[in-house]
């Protein structure tokens, strides 16, 4: 009798262990909320769980002081996960003029050779596509995080302009503004949108005309 009572605890502790650390895949919603004076437009957020998922989602414009809506972006929780939620956000500024997009200060000059959107756009895809996280703002997404909205909210400036606000907490960073023309391209930004890292920039700035 007390082996049968023996055997059965381990199975209760066993279902118990099982589902508290085991690797559960979430949802949560994501939205921006437009808190400069001034409507922006093309406006994109990239979401990186590490290697696991990749979420992107982009509107046309958000008008001043308006909140867009919201797109689903895939995590996982549990005691022994060890991803991390990686964010980037970039938008065109008031009269398309300037191209904003986060700027945590792990990798700042992937945009820098830009002068035309259709080049920065390019920059964007190359950062979706990468399996880098190089020029990503972390911020956590946790259990208590899941079926609930996470509001990236844009204000005017470029230091600790952007808020990442969940019910868990909130990450805030900066943002960088690069002035854009209609002008074409240099020979350059055929490479400089294709790499991620510093030096792969400084060789592409050097061969460029």
């Known amino acids: 009798m007390k082996f049968q009572t023996l ?3 381990i199975l209760v502790f066993l279902t118990f262990l099982d589902t508290t650390v085991a690797k559960t895949r979430r949802t949560a919603l994501v939205r921006v909320h437009n808190k400069t004076p001034y409507t922006i437009t093309e406006v994109e957020v990239q979401h990186k769980y590490s290697n696991n998922y990749k979420n992107r989602h982009s509107w046309e414009s958000i008008p001043s002081g308006q909140k867009s809506v919201t797109f689903e972006v895939e995590y996982n929780t549990g005691a022994f996960t060890t991803g ?5 956000v970039s938008w065109l500024d008031q009269n398309q003029k300037t191209f904003a997009f986060s ?17 920065a756009r390019g920059g964007r895809d190359s950062l979706f596509n990468s ?3 190089s020029g990503f703002k972390q911020h956590i997404l946790r259990k208590e995080d899941a079926n609930e909205v996470t509001e990236i909210i844009i204000s005017q400036g470029d230091t600790d302009n952007i808020v990442f606000a969940s ?7 900066g943002s960088k503004h690069v002035e854009i023309h209609d002008g074409g391209r240099r020979p350059f930004w055929a490479i400089a949108h294709r790499v991620l890292d510093e030096r792969g920039i400084d060789a592409a700035l050097a061969h460029g005309v």
Do not use: C, L, M, Q
Not at 103 to 119: L, S, T, V, W
Not at 167 to 173: L, P, Y
């Open 103 to 119: 700027n945590p200060k792990n990798f700042r000059r992937i945009f820098d050779a830009f002068d035309n959107f259709a080049g």
């Open 131 to 133: 399996e880098s996280t």
């Open 84 to 88: 991390r939620d990686w964010w980037f």
């Open 167 to 173: 019910r868990s907490g909130k990450s805030t960073t």
């Open 7 to 9: 055997v059965f605890d």
